[in-house]
C-alpha cells in the first residue's frame, strides 16, 4: 500500500493533459487529413503541426500507464466493488449523460464541417441526439478507461491463489534493460488496429478508440510501474532514456512529416513506437527525479486536471470554427488566440460547472463541490 502520496505521478498526469490541450489547438487546424479537424490555412508544410509528430506518439499512452498505476494504489486502500462504483460515476456518467448535457454543443461545431451544416433538413430532436453522439470527441478516453477498469477486476478475479495483492506480472526483479524490452508489448498492441478500414463501418471508430493498444499501457502500469524499485530503476536512466527519445524522434520527424500521423500504417512502425515507448519511460523517470514536490498551482491542477480535459474541447471547436470561417485573421493570430483562449476558458468553464447541482455529476461525475484548499 502506498504509504505517502506521490506527487510526481500527480503532476506528470496534469503536465500530460495540458500537452493534450497543447496537441488538440494543432490538431484542429491541421493540413495532414488527420480526421476531426477543420483543415489548415492552405496547401503549403505547416510546421507547426511538428508539434503533433511530437505529442501524439506518447500522451495518451502515458496516460493510460498511469492511470493503471492509480488503480494499482487504488485498490490497495479500498474494496473492488467501492472503487468500481467511484470509477463508473466518475467516468462513465460523464461519458453517456454528460453528452447529453453539455457536449452536444461540441457535437454542433463538429456536424457544421467545411462551413457547412451536414444535418440540414434533419428534425430538430434528431439533430440533438446527433450532436450529443458526435460530441463525445476526447471523451473516448474515460470511456476505455471504464472499460479498463471492468476487465481489470476480471483480470484479478482470474489470478491464481498465489498471486498476492503485491504480486507482480514477471517476477520479482527488474532490470532497465527488461524495462525497456517491454516496448515489444507496446509495439504488439499497436499491431492490432484495423489498417485497412471500410468505409461505412465502425473499422474506423475502432482504431480511434484502439482498445486492445491503450489495455497494454494500462496493464503494464497496474503489474509493472507501480512498483518502487521499477520508478527508481527508470529515473536512475531517465537521461539516457530522453537521449533515446529525442534520437529516435527526431530521426522519426525527418523521416515521416507531412504524412497522417494517426494512421493505422503510421502508429504501427517500429520507429513511432521505440519513440513512444522511450519517451514514455523518459517522462516517467523525469518526474520521478525532479518534479516530486507540490505547490498551491499543482495541487490545484491535480484537483482539477481532469475536469478542464472534460471541457476544453468545446472552447477548441466553439473558438477555433468561429475564427477560421468567420474573421480574417491572419493563421498565426487565430492560434495565438486559441491557445491563450483553451488554456484560459477551459479552467474557467470547469469551475462555473462544477458549482451547479446536477451538472457538476453530469458532466463532471462529481457527487458534491469540491471545496479548494
Not at 453539455?102 to 457535437?107: A, E, I
Not at 430532436?125 to 471492468?150: A, E, M, R, T, Y
Not at 497494454?216 to 497496474?222: A, I, M, Q, R, T
Amino acid at each position: 500500500m502506498m504509504s505517502e502520496r506521490k506527487h510526481w505521478i500527480d503532476n506528470l498526469r496534469w503536465v500530460t493533459v495540458l500537452s493534450v490541450l497543447l496537441y488538440h489547438v494543432i490538431y484542429f487546424f491541421n493540413n495532414k487529413d488527420v480526421f476531426g479537424g477543420v483543415g489548415g490555412f492552405g496547401n503549403g508544410p505547416q510546421y507547426q503541426d511538428l508539434l503533433m509528430y511530437i505529442l501524439y506518439p506518447w500522451f495518451m499512452p502515458l496516460l493510460f500507464l498511469l492511470a493503471g498505476v492509480s488503480a494499482r494504489y487504488s485498490l490497495g486502500r479500498q474494496s473492488a466493488g467501492k472503487w468500481f462504483r467511484s470509477r463508473t460515476r466518475k467516468l462513465l456518467v460523464p461519458a453517456t449523460i454528460g453528452l447529453f448535457v453539455f457536449h452536444w454543443m461540441t457535437g454542433y461545431f463538429n456536424t457544421h464541417v467545411g462551413h457547412t451544416d451536414v444535418l440540414a433538413g434533419v428534425p430538430q430532436p434528431v439533430k440533438f441526439f446527433i450532436w450529443s453522439f458526435s460530441g463525445i470527441g476526447p471523451l473516448w478516453f474515460i470511456q476505455d478507461l471504464w472499460l479498463f477498469s471492468l476487465i481489470l477486476l476480471l483480470v484479478r478475479k482470474l489470478q491464481c491463489k498465489r498471486c498476492t495483492a503485491h504480486s507482480s506480472l514477471f517476477g520479482s526483479k527488474y532490470s532497465i534493460l527488461f524495462i525497456v524490452s517491454l516496448g515489444i508489448l507496446f509495439w504488439l498492441g499497436e499491431q492490432t488496429l484495423i489498417f485497412n478500414p471500410r468505409a461505412e463501418s465502425a473499422d474506423g471508430l475502432y482504431n480511434l478508440y484502439k482498445p486492445l493498444f491503450y489495455l497494454v499501457p494500462f496493464l503494464l502500469g497496474y503489474f509493472v510501474f507501480w512498483r518502487d524499485d521499477v520508478q527508481e530503476q527508470v529515473a536512475k536512466a531517465w537521461i539516457p532514456l530522453m537521449a533515446c527519445a529525442v534520437v529516435s524522434g527526431t530521426a522519426l520527424i525527418l523521416t515521416t512529416f507531412g504524412q497522417n500521423n494517426t494512421s493505422p500504417q503510421y502508429l504501427a512502425s517500429p520507429l513511432n513506437n521505440v519513440y513512444g515507448w522511450f519517451m514514455c519511460l523518459a517522462m516517467i523517470g523525469c518526474f520521478k527525479v525532479r518534479f516530486d514536490c507540490t505547490g498551491r498551482f499543482a495541487a490545484y491542477m491535480t484537483r482539477s486536471s481532469f475536469g478542464i480535459y472534460i471541457v476544453h474541447y468545446l472552447v477548441i471547436a466553439s473558438f477555433g470554427y468561429m475564427m477560421k470561417f468567420y474573421t480574417s485573421l491572419m493563421p498565426v493570430v487565430i492560434y495565438l488566440i486559441l491557445i491563450d483562449a483553451v488554456f484560459i476558458l477551459s479552467p474557467l468553464l470547469y469551475e462555473l460547472l462544477r458549482r451547479i447541482p446536477f451538472v457538476r455529476w453530469c458532466v463532471f461525475g462529481e457527487k458534491k463541490n469540491k471545496v479548494s484548499k
